[in-house]
Nanobody
């Protein structure tokens, strides 16, 4: 099992940057695919980015490609989401999640472990 705790959310102006961190407990962190999802008010939770267990492969939602970067440090059992050029539409609660597998098709249901979420608000 793994427990996840996000941090780093906050209020930022459009065009600004934020870095979200996710700290994981458990000795098998490097076996998990790690992902970031977000949920805006009144909307479904959506995929943002994911990274393979080794860190060698990443995927991004089209809406954040080129602006967000996901990375991981297996020695520290942590994953980071660096968000640049933020837009008001990026406003959401951001969740860190862990999956035991890597599938070609990205599915929220593959992620069995979730953090409590951290709020990101981007003002215009």
């Amino acid at each position: 099992q793994v427990q996840l705790v996000e941090s780093g959310g906050g209020l930022v102006q459009a065009g600004g940057s934020l870095s979200l961190s996710c700290a994981a407990s458990g000795r098998t962190f490097n076996r998990y695919t790690m992902g970031w999802f977000r949920q805006a008010p009144g909307k479904e939770r959506e995929f943002v980015a994911r990274i393979s267990w080794s860190g060698s492969t990443t995927n991004y939602a089209d809406s954040v490609k080129g602006r967000f970067t996901i990375s991981r440090d297996n020695a520290k059992s942590s994953v980071t989401l660096l968000m640049n050029s933020l837009k008001p539409e990026d406003t959401a609660v951001y969740y860190c999640a862990a999956a035991v597998s890597w599938r070609d098709r990205i599915s929220r249901s593959d992620y069995g472990y979730w953090g409590q979420g951290t709020q990101v608000t981007v003002s215009s």
